[in-house]
């Protein structure tokens, strides 16, 4: 089988993500003299200090997806649904609409600003508990997930990408895929549970004069399958 196709997005019709994202924070009357860059990996992260305002901009996610418009928006929607329910995640903004937003060729959503403890990551005690709820309350979500997303979509998109850019030949992407469907073909039947789809200690914060973790990667949840069901999610922790 083929990867997933994608469409580029033309380079000299954008500005620079971190511009991108103060005139998303201007549009809306937000201070953007003072940005405070907390990340710039797969995504940016800018805090528009000091509204408690974290602008995320898609930039090297966007690159491998081609449009990631679809993500973000269940990105957005699984983020406010946690909120909601209590769960221990970073909510959207108050502050502006979250989004997404596309400026400037930059697809990007908008969080609030949880103030914590810089480079501090919980004991893996309370994060595996806090994961254990997490999955608790994803159990609830109503909402459209991929099925074992990771190794689907993910991947599909992730190999298309390496081909178009010459990184791996075309019968090496055929190879790896048909590896992966012979897999897929032996877990699809079943039962399938709502799990955290990129937890790890470095996707958690750990939040000033709280015991709250909050988790990352929410966009990446997905439905998993899993031979105990529903009442799996803690085990699976």
């Known amino acids: 089988r083929r990867a997933r196709s994608r469409r580029a997005v033309p380079l000299a019709a954008m500005s620079s993500p971190l511009a991108a994202a103060l005139a998303l924070g201007a549009a809306h009357g937000l201070p953007v003299a003072e940005p405070v860059v907390l990340k710039d990996g797969s995504n940016l992260l800018v805090h528009l200090h000091p509204a408690p305002v974290v602008v995320r901009v898609a930039t090297f996610t966007a690159f491998i997806r081609g449009e990631p418009a679809p993500f973000l928006e269940r990105e957005v929607a699984l983020g406010s649904y946690l909120a909601e329910v209590g769960a221990a995640v970073v909510p959207c903004s108050g502050e502006l609409p979250p989004g997404p937003h596309h400026v400037s060729g930059w697809w990007m959503t908008a969080w609030q600003h949880v103030p914590h403890r810089v480079g501090v990551r919980p004991p893996a005690d309370q994060l595996l508990q806090s994961l254990v709820e997490l999955h608790g309350a994803l159990a609830g979500y109503a909402g459209e997930l991929p099925l074992l997303g990771p190794v689907t979509t993910d991947l599909d998109l992730a190999l298309a990408c390496c081909e178009q850019h010459g990184l791996l030949p075309a019968t090496q992407v055929e190879h790896m895929l048909g590896e992966r469907d012979v897999l897929l073909a032996s877990v699809r039947s079943l039962p399938a549970t709502a799990q ?42």
């Open 196 to 237: 955290h789809g990129d937890a790890h200690a470095a996707g958690a914060l750990s939040a000033q004069g709280q015991q709250d973790i909050h988790l990352g990667g929410r966009s990446r949840s997905f439905r998993e399958h899993h031979p105990s069901g529903a009442g799996a999610h803690s085990r699976c922790a």
